[in-house]
T-cell receptor, first 113, second 116 residues
Framework: DTAVSQTPKYLVTQMGNDKSIKCEQN?????MYWYKQDSKKFLKIMFS???????INETVPNRFSPKSPDKAHLNLHINSLELGDSAVYFC????????????FGNGTRLTVT | AQSVTQLDSHVSVSEGTPVLLRCNYSSSYSPSLFWYVQHPNKGLQLLLK??????LVKGINGFEAEFKKSETSFHLTKPSAHMSDAAEYFC??????????????FGKGTTLSVSS
């Protein structure tokens, strides 16, 4: 009965590779997000989607491309990985009502060597 | 634009003593406010939320927070700390402008250490 699930949990790869992280939610929420948590634990929003439409696209490199095939899924593809991309990436979802909280996945720890 | 400031990067308490984690916010609209907890190498769990109902909000595990509009604060408290409370705590603000997909903005976090 997992609410927000992301795969993989760990991702170790070399510089220059392309990788994807998948996220699915079964809560019936309209809005999904990607957050990046750096080594100092700071959480920064990257993208948000509402009903498959891109709403927020923060200043992240073009190498990061989100894709939402339907409102229950939001995947993150990263091209030409760099050392600085190493972080924990969290997927989250919420209802589109403004008072609703975020429901987080367990995170994907990406390590670029 | 909204922002949130957690006033302490690290708080240390002894088991059984009160916990106070401080948070100030700024928001163009009437805000919704949340506290999340993250235990080491774990995901983020919602502790409590304020959404314009009662100003004193009770959450899980004995935590509560009080919304004070005049002070633009939303401090998190617990009467008696347990060892299991040791974790990272995040204060989060969301404006209630009504736009779908609005960002929730996180504070930089407060590390709570509990000693026996």
């Amino acid at each position: 009965d997992t609410a927000v699930s992301q795969t993989p949990k760990y991702l170790v790869t070399q510089m220059g590779n392309d990788k994807s992280i998948k996220c699915e939610q079964n809560l019936g929420h309209d809005t999904m997000y990607w957050y990046k948590q750096d080594s100092k634990k700071f959480l920064k929003i990257m993208f948000s989607y509402n009903n498959k439409e891109l709403i927020i696209n923060e200043t992240v490199p073009n190498r990061f491309s989100p894709k939402s095939p339907d409102k229950a899924h939001l995947n993150l593809h990263i091209n030409s990985l760099e050392l600085g991309d190493s972080a924990v990436y969290f997927c989250a979802s919420r209802e589109s009502t403004t008072a609703s909280p975020l429901h987080f996945g367990n995170g994907t720890r990406l390590t670029v060597t | 634009a909204q922002s949130v400031t957690q006033l302490d990067s690290h708080v240390s308490v002894s088991e059984g003593t009160p916990v106070l984690l401080r948070c100030n916010y700024s928001s163009s609209y009437s805000p919704s406010l949340f506290w999340y907890v993250q235990h080491p190498n774990k995901g983020l769990q919602l502790l409590l939320k304020y959404t314009s109902a009662a100003t004193l909000v009770k959450g899980i595990n004995g935590f509560e927070a009080e919304f004070k509009k005049s002070e633009t604060s939303f401090h998190l408290t617990k009467p008696s700390a347990h060892m299991s409370d040791a974790a990272e705590y995040f204060c989060v603000v969301s404006d209630r402008s009504g736009q779908a997909g609005t960002a929730l903005i996180f504070g930089k976090g407060t590390t709570l250490s509990v000693s026996s």
